[in-house]
T-cell receptor, first 115, second 114 residues
Framework: DAKTTQPTSMDCAEGRAANLPCNHSTISGNEYVYWYRQIHSQGPQYIIH???NNETNEMASLIITEDRKSSTLILPHATLRDTAVYYC????????????????FGKGTLLTVNP | GAGVSQSPSNKVTEKGKDVELRCDPISGHTALYWYRQRLGQGLEFLIYFQGNSAPDKSGLPSDRFSAERTGESVSTLTIQRTQQEDSAVYLC????????????FGSGTRLTVV
């Protein structure tokens, strides 16, 4: 799987948009970008994933650059409960036989939302 | 069930004892994963089960660690002759096509070896 680079930590004011960057310059054509987060003392939580088009769900938006070498996770209105470590992961999917492949977690970005 | 269930939530054991950790995946999820997370560290992959295929054991740190899963049901992770460095949170996750390949994690088992 391609490696990712994320800032170690970021701060955001409550109510503001949090924009978390991720570089994945060695991503290959069949690799998706996944985002997870881990709130203190909990298991990681899936947020969103995408291939090349921008994606949005009830939790966040994912913006992937045209060359796919970087992406940004956007939390439109951050709350104190969004304080967590955010992981950006790239992983290929294989469609044959319904296989699922392991996710490799890096160190992520510690996002602290301040009141 | 509604989510991935792990038991026990906390386990304190004496060095040298064996422990068994349990994971109940979401019903119908074909894939099951075990990870370990030491205090203040990232997630470390241990083992992966996919249906009836041979598991990917490449992450198991030593032969004291083993895991089993029967079909697409419960999995158990066993650590024999526990050592203090085994102290960590052990996380289980499951996934399927219906979940867009996203993992659902359990809350983990916090293992403390004293």
């Amino acid at each position: 799987d391609a490696k990712t680079t994320q800032p170690t930590s970021m701060d955001c004011a409550e109510g503001r948009a949090a924009n978390l960057p991720c570089n994945h310059s060695t991503i290959s054509g069949n690799e998706y970008v996944y985002w997870y987060r881990q709130i203190h003392s909990q298991g990681p939580q899936y947020i969103i994933h995408g291939l090349k088009n921008n994606e949005t769900n009830e939790m966040a938006s994912l913006i992937i650059t045209e060359d796919r070498k970087s992406s940004t996770l956007i939390l439109p209105h951050a709350t104190l409960r969004d304080t967590a470590v955010y992981y950006c992961i790239v992983r290929a999917l294989k469609n044959s036989g319904g296989s699922n492949y392991k996710l490799t977690f890096g160190k992520g970005t510690l996002l602290t939302v301040n009141p | 069930g509604a989510g991935v269930s792990q038991s026990p939530s906390n386990k304190v054991t004496e060095k040298g004892k064996d422990v068994e950790l349990r994971c109940d995946p979401i019903s119908g999820h074909t894939a099951l994963y075990w990870y370990r997370q030491r205090l203040g560290q990232g997630l470390e992959f241990l083992i992966y089960f996919q249906g009836n295929s041979a598991p990917d054991k490449s992450g198991l740190p030593s032969d004291r660690f083993s895991a089993e899963r029967t079909g697409e049901s419960v999995s158990t992770l066993t650590i024999q002759r526990t050592q203090q460095e085994d102290s960590a949170v052990y996380l289980c996750a499951s996934s399927s096509r219906r979940s867009n390949y996203g993992y659902t994690f359990g809350s983990g088992t916090r293992l403390t070896v004293v």
